[in-house]
């Protein structure tokens, strides 16, 4: 089969079309034929960084960890799915799980699921990462109906889903974003915008909550944009991040009463830890995508298998709007 082969990682990387050897299932998992897969920040990381992140597989390496295709054939012990299937996931592309830059992959049955009917197969390919990402940190922070939840890069791949699903929750959500394009996409996906360039914290949590505080504070931005969530929340409130490698002085969270939720959606990947549970979660992204709560937004730009480096430089460039998506 063809696939795209990362021979040796840096900032410059190349992917390299390549003849490998197609795959062959094995008990518990699926050959999936791969129809369009999905560019996520930690892949840019992964190619960039190599084995400076404890989780780059080793070299030559096929990247990718989103999908969306068809099962080809079934392993020993599988009994949810069945030759010909649409099916999604995030099933590889770091440590030892071969990704899905190339025609075919092994992927976990655990780590699937059966791809929304109403999506197609670019639009399921987007979701799985960021999906299970929002969702997990949505229900860790205890979301609940007539909360208000701020959602910090609410524009972004994560932030764009945890809007949609804030609105399936039944709370009333707001997002920063930082120039109208980003806003615009927010107010379209029904949160109120906060153009966090022109409005500080104090502000907008005085106009939005009677100084109060968000219930809940969505950060997927993280950083040191966390001293931001705390400021943002109110007393005893949740604040759930996914990107917290930093220092920082926790006493304003202590004095609040926060609780902070760190979600780190690779777990069950990396250390074969209740892999189910992202099954079970895809399927209910699933189900609200077919009830009509959930969207992913795509960037305008396409890309096939042939340009992966083009893919990559559209989402480290910043300039992309929604996920960027390639086509096999």
Do not use: W
């Given at each position: ?140 922070a205890q979301i609940q109906k007539g909360q208000k939840v701020l959602v910090h890069g609410g524009s ?36 109120t915008g906060i153009n966090y360039k022109t409005e500080s914290v104090e502000q907008y949590v005085n106009k ?121």
């Amino acid at each position: 089969m063809q696939a795209m082969l990362i021979n040796a990682y840096g900032e410059n990387a190349k992917f390299q079309a390549s003849e490998v050897a197609k795959p062959e299932h094995h008990p518990g998992h699926v050959l999936v034929k791969i129809a369009a897969s999905s560019v996520n920040t930690v892949d840019t990381m992964i190619r960039k960084m190599g084995k400076d992140l404890p989780l780059s597989p080793d070299t030559p390496a096929i990247l990718g960890m989103d999908f969306a295709g068809t099962v080809e054939s079934v392993g020993e012990g599988v009994s949810d799915y069945s030759v010909g299937d649409e099916v999604y996931g995030c099933a590889g592309g770091l440590a030892d799980l071969p990704g899905s830059l190339a025609e075919y992959m092994v992927a976990d049955s655990k780590l699937i699921a059966h791809k929304p009917k109403n999506l197609s197969m670019k639009e399921a390919a987007a979701l799985p990462l960021v999906a299970i990402t929002a969702y997990e940190g949505l229900v860790r922070a205890q979301i609940q109906k007539g909360q208000k939840v701020l959602v910090h890069g609410g524009s972004g791949g994560v932030g764009h889903v945890a809007i949609q699903l804030a609105k399936h929750f039944g709370a009333e959500v707001y997002s920063t974003g930082g120039g109208e394009k980003q806003l615009s996409l927010i107010e379209g996906l029904g949160a109120t915008g906060i153009n966090y360039k022109t409005e500080s914290v104090e502000q907008y949590v005085n106009k939005h909550t009677d100084g109060a505080g968000f219930d809940l504070v969505y950060d997927s931005v993280g950083g040191a944009n966390l001293t931001k969530s705390f400021e943002a929340a109110a007393l005893n409130a949740h604040v759930a991040t996914t990107v917290s490698m930093c220092e920082l002085d926790l006493t304003p969270a202590h004095f609040k009463g926060l609780s902070l939720h760190v979600v780190f959606m690779l777990i069950p990947m990396l250390h074969n830890h209740k892999r189910e549970e992202h099954s079970e979660i895809l399927s209910k992204i699933a189900e609200i995508s077919e009830s009509g709560g959930l969207k992913p937004v795509l960037d305008e730009q396409t890309f096939s298998l042939a340009n992966v480096g083009e893919a990559y430089a559209r989402l480290e460039s910043g300039k992309g709007m929604g996920k960027v998506v390639i086509e096999n």
